[in-house]
């Protein structure tokens, strides 16, 4: 039998023609603050959110503001934790909440900066809610049980949420003026009215709002529902229009890696590992598919973060730039604390997006009325 020998650079170009590893090239990055850690908390509805905040302040008023994190998730508990004992524990109660209600909390409780609210006491340099949550849960659950229900129980709420994150400040000074935290929101232009939540599942009608059923969803937020090329296409076209995301969505696959930053969703399962580092064959998502996902509790509204742009690697396959809140340390987080995901990854996991209202295609605006 006659040997066949191959040259070594001829073999690694035929080898190098099925697997590629990553060359992203950025093709959107809209401004946006740099890359913090939620720390040891479950609050990343409200540091991905915030975030989405404070590019939209820039983008409307070319000022950059560092906006407080623990300020919304200060105002949202107490709603959280009346939800849960008026309905008798019937009810999520846990750190978990949603885009909207962020801006609900913008909207009856203003904003504050971060340098004024940090949420953090005197000797603490992290975050870590481990203690707070427990004696929260521990309260409320005693509420439900007690009967009749103590008139200073919302006091007693809001007394423990003071001694773990800090009092909510009435007046505070920044860049030298005088703001409550309604009037700083005032000054930030932002309007509370001008966001929207989209999403795409087939068990609601479609142009209609409705209440998507996730545990996080305590506020009975609605959103409106959309076909899932359109979900997609209107993500796109905010981002080319200048409007970035908040983006809520799965992370509890093994192909969403904060290690390597990538999210994507193979076709063959043979290639979630190859995938973290190389171009491999994706799943075509179908709406069907992603309802099918949902049901079935595979798809679920674990975490949210903030879309800022897209890059594209060498084939031109597409990726979200998408900015998480655990952190920018490079030699554990890959990407310097952001992930490229996949569109597959997004058509699949997204759950719903929350966007400026002005970002949404103009024919879909008129759909939604």
């Known amino acids: 039998m006659k040997k066949i020998y191959i040259p070594a650079i001829a073999l690694f170009g035929f080898l190098n023609s099925f697997s590629q590893n990553y060359e992203f090239k950025e093709v959107i990055n809209l401004e946006h603050l740099p890359v913090i850690s939620q720390d040891n908390t479950g609050t990343c509805w409200s540091f991905s959110t915030s975030s989405f905040l404070e590019s939209e302040i820039y983008r409307i008023t070319g000022k950059k503001i560092d906006l407080s994190e623990m300020y919304q998730a200060r105002t949202t508990y107490p709603i959280k934790a009346e939800n849960y004992v008026l309905r008798q524990g019937s009810a999520q109660f846990s750190q978990g909440a949603l885009a909207h209600d962020v801006i609900n909390s913008m909207k009856n409780y203003g904003l504050v900066p971060v340098s004024v609210y940090t949420g953090l006491t005197e000797d603490e340099k992290k975050h870590n ?10 309260m409320v659950k005693t509420y439900t049980e007690t009967k009749p ?41 932002l309007n509370a009215n001008d966001y929207v939540t989209i999403t795409s599942f087939t068990n609601a009608p479609y142009y209609q709002n409705f209440i998507l059923s996730v545990p996080d969803n305590f506020s009975n937020g609605s959103m ?56 491999v064959e994706e799943v075509k998502v179908t709406p069907e598919f992603r309802q099918q996902e949902y049901e079935n509790f595979n798809t679920q509204d674990d975490h949210l973060m903030h879309i800022v742009g897209k890059v594209v690697d060498q084939k031109g396959n597409i990726y979200y730039k998408v900015k998480n809140s655990w952190g920018n340390n490079s030699a554990r987080v890959g990407n310097n604390g952001y992930v490229y995901m996949s569109q597959a990854f997004m058509k699949l996991k997204a759950i719903s997006v929350l966007v400026h209202k002005d970002g949404l295609e103009k024919s879909l605006a008129k759909k939604l009325k």
């Open 129 to 138: 809610h481990t203690e707070l949550v427990s004696v929260l849960t521990a």
């Open 149 to 189: 229900l103590s008139k200073h129980w919302k006091e007693s709420i809001s007394k423990v949420l003071d001694t773990y994150l800090g009092e909510i400040p009435s007046k505070f000074t920044y860049d030298g003026k005088e703001y409550t935290p309604k009037s700083f929101y005032e000054m930030t232009k």
């Open 224 to 279: 409106y529902n959309l076909p899932l090329d359109e979900f997609i296409a209107n993500i796109d076209h905010a981002l080319e229009k200048g409007y970035t995301l908040s983006l809520d969505c799965d992370v509890s696959e093994d192909t969403f890696s904060a290690k390597y930053g990538v999210a994507f969703i193979p076709a063959n399962e043979s290639d979630n590992k190859n995938g973290l580092t190389e171009i």
